[in-house]
């Protein structure tokens, strides 16, 4: 008999305890437990782990970011102090090419202290390596609601896809929990006995149609709701870009990554990736209920064009050495390219920003 992970016997227990285990349970438990979590144990990115975020293809996107946030800064006033704050760091590799270009935009550079949220001890030792030479203030905090009270600028890179979803199954007497059981020795995913009540009044109300089997997914909103707080109170701007779609829709998008491929979501828990799309219609309905002025989405190809990557890299090419050409290259139609293969409509971007600001880098058109 195949031996079972400890977190899924952790898991095992819990459901023979407390009763089947709704989705995002499941999902928070998975990445973010603080002993067996995907994130607490290992450094995920990179060839030789399951996925490649677009900081880790091309210094290209981290700088274009760095000069994103200095002209936002700009645009907001230039307030004399500043909170840089990146949720999800990764290995530090996008505050590093964010740092080095703002190098060319001194009195922004001046202004900032970078603020990284961060749960995982691991990530968390990468981050440290990579930034110990930043000649700016660096500090590590578990939440956004740490960071102190002043003007920020959040960037966002493939954060939200990985918090919790919770999962609804439109079925004859209503929409029910999504949850996870025990069946035959296996996880299995299941529905909660009872409907959830009045759940479709929260519904949009183009997806009140739905039809039996349908599913239907939402986050948590206090990490939107936080940063619309704080930048419609005290002025700066977020930008979140991530894969999703633009609208609140019906369907599946749990998914799991291992070693660079998908892999069942419930047969290694706390060994591979899992994410769902993120909806960016109630990712912007949460900040802008908090009084910020949301701008996007945009898809990430059109937005990283309208910043300029198509310049830089043509600057990057004519000063690397000709055997860097293909690649710098490769790394451009990788990060904008609409079709199959790449990530330019996949992922859309997002800005969120002070009431006043009507215009933000990036999302002019």
């Known amino acids: 008999m195949m031996e079972i992970a400890p977190l899924e016997a952790d898991i095992r227990r819990r459901i023979a305890v407390g009763g089947p285990m709704g989705v995002a349970q499941y999902m928070e438990?998975?990445?973010?437990?603080?002993?067996?979590?995907?994130?607490?144990?290992?450094?995920?990115?990179?060839?030789?782990?399951?996925?490649?975020?677009?900081?880790?293809?091309?210094?290209?996107?981290?700088?274009?970011?760095?000069?994103?946030?200095?002209?936002?800064?700009?645009?907001?006033?230039s307030p004399g102090k500043l909170s840089l704050v990146e949720l999800g760091p990764g290995r530090g590799t996008m505050m590093v090419d964010v740092l080095r270009a703002a190098k060319v935009v001194p009195d922004f550079r001046a202004t900032i202290d970078v603020h990284l949220i961060e749960i995982s001890p691991a990530l968390e030792r990468l981050q440290r390596q990579a930034l110990g030479s930043a000649d700016v203030p660096v500090s590590w905090h578990r939440s956004i609601e740490q960071v102190p009270d002043t003007p920020l600028i959040v960037l966002a890179n493939e954060f939200f896809d990985a918090l919790p979803v919770h999962q609804a199954v439109m079925c004859a007497d209503g929409w029910h929990e999504?949850?996870?059981?025990?069946?035959?020795?296996?996880?299995?995913?299941?529905?909660?006995?009872?409907?959830?009540?009045?759940?479709?009044?929260?519904?949009?109300?183009?997806?009140?149609?739905?039809?039996?089997?349908?599913?239907?997914?939402?986050?948590?909103?206090?990490?939107?709701l936080e940063i619309g707080r704080r930048v419609a109170r005290r002025g700066g701007g977020a930008l979140m870009i991530d894969y999703g779609h633009a609208q609140s829709a019906i369907g599946d998008t749990l998914q799991a990554v291992g070693g660079h491929q998908f892999v069942e979501p419930l047969l290694a828990p706390g060994l591979v990736d899992l994410t769902a799309h993120v909806d960016f219609e109630a990712l912007a309905h949460a900040a802008e209920g908090m009084g910020a002025r949301v701008?996007?989405?945009?898809?990430?190809?059109?937005?990283?064009?309208?910043?300029?990557?198509?310049?830089?890299?043509?600057?990057?090419?004519?000063?690397?050495?000709?055997?860097?050409?293909?690649a710098i290259d490769a790394a451009l139609v990788r990060l904008t390219s609409e079709d199959r293969t790449g990530m330019g409509r996949l992922f859309k971007a997002i800005g969120v920003a002070d009431p006043k600001l009507e215009r933000l880098p990036g999302f002019e058109a």
């Open 29 to 77: 438990l998975c990445l973010a437990h603080p002993e067996r979590g995907y994130y607490a144990t290992r450094d995920p990115f990179g060839a030789s782990g399951d996925f490649t975020t677009a900081p880790e293809i091309s210094q290209m996107f981290g700088e274009l970011i760095g000069l994103w946030a200095a002209a936002t800064w700009r645009a907001t006033g």
């Open 295 to 326: 701008h996007g989405p945009v898809p990430q190809g059109e937005f990283l064009r309208g910043l300029g990557i198509e310049q830089r890299a043509a600057a990057l090419k004519a000063a690397a050495p000709s055997e860097y050409a293909d």
């Open 178 to 224: 999504r949850v996870i059981k025990m069946e035959d020795e296996k996880l299995h995913f299941s529905i909660h006995r009872d409907p959830i009540p009045l759940f479709d009044k929260l519904l949009p109300s183009r997806l009140r149609a739905a039809k039996i089997g349908d599913i239907f997914e939402w986050r948590a909103d206090n990490i939107a």
